[in-house]
């Protein structure tokens, strides 16, 4: 009896330990473990991000191979995922996270899950050596696509997406951190971003691959402009297809007219494709309608891979800016406050992609008109009418300096100033017709792109606002100053403000409490509101220019590599 309870005690820690570290605890004999320690050494030292075909990771397999034997070399070359009798259960479940990638819009064969299933229940020390150092890469590349973003980073032109890979991953430390994780899977999902605007899209990816195994929806064939009241013969067809998109969401009865339902139907459509909202379906409709659901999923996992760029956790008050969907949204955690369309610049004036820190409110502004515009509008106008400059109550400056001496425009040769005039400032004074307005919103940056009022309200009523030269004009000014003004500090009110405004004077409102302000470009957004998937236009056509980084397929991307 004592001995069957020695056996029973004995049996009881295995079956603890296992549970506490996810490994067998058999002894495996030392020739066994010899070799297979033998087989990482001799791996480590011959170029394995090469030879295992891990060349996608996205950095120099020279500095990656430094990096592994580095981290190996620390535990004296012992495996991490594997002993003699096989994987860990930890190496299963870093597996099954793999496995789901593609519903996070990322590429599960970066990863080399075939070859790491081909190895999977192999004994041999040779293959051992492989799936362990397999790995340990995978999850390396894995934790540096959720956390950098996946494309690839050579592919990609600095100037339009100088936001990607600004943060570096160290990668030994998150595999410490994954290997003495107590929750593997749970430490690799926390790796995404975990805000509403990124996991809403990896919802709606979900959604539109089962729409694309089902086989999407039909196309609608070309025909005459269809207004309500109208019959046509590709009804039936137009139901299908709004039905399966779920922007009709009853069902109708069977006919040949356009109308009823189905005109609010396509009104919807319209809505979340930045259309017209007139229920017509023109040109613009119909092309939109036709849009493959094959091509709806690469915008959203576009789109998602620009979250990754992004802090993962973004908590706090904050405002967004999405240039390609023209809107304002002014958010405190996960909680929508303010929204509100905004003009963004022209394709020649393309507004930048950045985040920066709101700082100040400026009321009764001054326009500091910048050098392009001066020569390139000022100077023209000013030859065809010299009186041009006093109309719009534009001053001129000797310099740019604080204490600058203002000039008579009239002792300039307009005529042959041409890129001399960027020597002056060229300053509109505050007033109603003035260029910003009567506020602007500025978070300093290197691009001086800042938000402001605008005296053309006129154009806020087009679907495309891409009127500027590069900064923001926002729709409701008074409502986002007392947005940031009375969550700053309490005591604000449109009375107060309006009050500053009908002053004339230029007043500087500092914030106490700074807050980010993120410019994006998003193409594919869900509205927390109701959880509507809106799809805009590629308006400065960055979609394309990403996915050419993006979906390079499995093959090795020649990137030059510094030697650092």
């Not at 008050?317 to 022209?346: C, Y």
């Not at 010299?386 to 400056?397: H, S, T």
């Not at 809106?534 to 394309?544: C, E, M, P």
Request: hydrophobic share 40%; charged share 25%.
């Amino acid at each position: 009896m004592t001995q069957n309870r020695y056996l029973f005690f004995f049996l009881a820690v295995l079956l603890f330990l296992f549970v506490l570290t996810g490994q067998p605890v058999m002894a495996a004999s030392p020739d066994s473990q010899d070799k297979l320690q033998q087989s990482l050494s001799q791996l480590l030292e011959n170029n394995p991000t090469t030879t295992l075909g891990f060349t996608t990771i996205q950095a120099d397999p020279s500095a990656v191979d430094r990096v592994l034997l580095s981290l190996y070399l620390k535990d004296n070359i012992r495996p991490y995922w594997v002993n003699t009798y096989g994987p860990y259960q930890k190496a299963e479940a870093l597996l099954s996270v793999l496995n789901t990638a593609e519903e996070d819009g990322l590429n599960p064969d970066h990863y080399r899950l075939i070859d790491i299933h081909n190895l999977w229940e192999s004994k041999k020390s040779e293959d051992l050596a492989r799936l362990d150092v397999m790995l340990t890469l995978a999850m390396g590349a894995y934790v540096t696509d959720m956390r950098e973003g996946r494309a690839v980073t050579c592919l990609l032109d600095p100037k339009l997406f100088a936001a990607a890979r600004d943060q570096k991953v160290d990668i030994i430390e998150v595999i410490r951190q994954g290997l003495s994780a107590p929750d593997l899977v749970q430490f690799l999902q926390q790796q995404a971003p975990q805000h509403f605007g990124y996991q809403s899209l990896k919802k709606i990816l979900v959604k539109y691959r089962k729409l694309e195994a089902r086989g999407g929806w039909p196309e609608i064939p070309a025909g005459k402009v269809l207004k309500p009241g109208m019959q046509d013969d590709r009804i039936n067809l137009l139901v299908k297809r709004l039905t399966i998109s779920g922007d009709l969401k009853t069902s109708v009865t069977p006919s040949n007219t356009y109308d009823g339902q189905l005109v609010d139907a396509i009104k919807h459509f319209q809505y979340r494709y930045n259309l017209e909202q007139d229920g017509i379906i023109g040109k613009q409709t119909m092309a939109a309608l036709n849009i493959p659901v094959q091509d709806h999923i690469r915008r959203i996992i576009i789109n998602m891979e620009r979250w990754r760029w992004l802090p993962h956790t973004l908590d706090g008050r904050r405002l967004l800016v999405n240039i390609a969907g023209f809107h304002l949204a002014g958010i405190r955690d996960e909680k929508l406050e303010i929204t509100m369309p905004v003009i963004v610049g022209k394709v020649y004036h393309k507004t930048p992609v950045f985040s920066h820190t709101m700082r100040y409110v400026e009321f009764n502004p001054y326009w500091n008109i910048p050098n392009s515009i001066a020569e390139n509008e000022m100077v023209p106008k000013m030859i065809k009418d010299p009186d041009y400059l006093q109309k719009e109550r534009i001053r001129i400056f000797d310099s740019w300096q604080e204490n600058a001496q203002e000039i008579n425009p009239a002792t300039i040769d307009w005529q042959t100033i041409g890129k001399g005039i960027r020597k002056y400032r060229l300053r509109q004074d505050s007033g109603p017709d003035n260029a910003l307005g009567t506020i602007k919103f500025m978070f300093p940056n290197n691009y001086n792109v800042y938000m402001h009022d605008t005296p053309a309200h006129s154009l806020f009523k087009r679907n495309n606002r891409s009127f500027s030269h590069g900064c923001i004009r926002v729709s409701r000014p008074r409502d986002l100053a007392l947005h940031i003004l009375d969550r700053d500090e309490h005591g604000w009110s449109k009375e107060r403000i309006d009050s500053l405004i009908k002053k004339g004077k230029r007043t500087v409102i500092p914030l106490k409490k700074p807050f980010p302000v993120h410019i994006l470009y998003r193409t594919v957004l869900v509205d927390p509101r109701d959880n509507t998937i809106h799809f805009y236009d590629d308006i400065y056509g960055r979609d394309t220019l990403l996915a050419q980084a993006l979906f390079t397929g499995n093959q090795p991307v020649q990137c030059r590599y510094s030697s650092e």
